[in-house]
């Protein structure tokens, strides 16, 4: 399953705290829920990673800023935009 290409592309984002970073090898349906629900219901937390995440890229700020407000509505109750 690939040659953690991915694990060092995140490695930058995850070390300066905008990123999670998952191994496939722990990978399970508790662990990804475990993480991914605390997450996306705090807005705080979300947008401290987007703004962490800009001096990375513009495309990382981008989507972080577009993941961050879809999360944000969905735990409000509104239709992601």
Known sequence: WGN???ARNAAGLVADGAG?????????ADKLSNLVIPTITDTEKLARMAELARPHSPAAAAA???LARAAV???RGEEAS
């Open 73 to 75: 509505n969905v735990v």
């Open 20 to 28: 999670i970073l998952l191994p496939e090898a722990e990978l399970s």
């Open 64 to 66: 972080a800023d577009v």
């Open 4 to 6: 953690g290409e991915q």
